[in-house]
């Protein structure tokens, strides 16, 4: 899958709740085929506070998107949880943002085996 394909239509991403059966698939954000990680889209550590509490219903609050290990790293390493529950809690968003769209794109061209 070219890289420009995986960021170009995040509409096909699966904005859901966590199960509890491990994942491994396509990365949305870097391609590859690796166990994927639960990402809320509005971290958990925010979850708790007022402003979030009366925007967000407890379904909303709860879901999130599944991602490799690196990629999810590399957003938690980039942004703070309020920085991601305010201003990238959609995956269009994430992939939109340049220092993370220069990570997904280097991390698509790394190697890595499926564990």
Known sequence: MPVAAVYDDMSSVAITNRS????TGLCPF???KLPLTFHHLIPRKV???PRYR???SRDQLARGIY????????IHDTY????????YFTPDRLA?????ARHFA??????????
Do not use: F, K
């Not at 939109?96 to 993370?100: C, E, F, G, K, N």
């Open 106 to 115: 280097w991390l698509s061209r790394q190697r890595r085996s499926t564990g």
């Open 20 to 23: 509890r059966h491990s994942l």
């Open 80 to 87: 703070s949880e309020v920085e991601l529950a305010s201003t």
């Open 96 to 100: 939109a943002d340049p220092a993370l």
């Open 54 to 56: 009366q925007r967000y």
């Open 30 to 32: 870097c391609g590859r």
């Open 67 to 74: 991602l490799c290990r690196d990629c999810h790293d590399g």
């Open 47 to 49: 979850h708790r506070r």
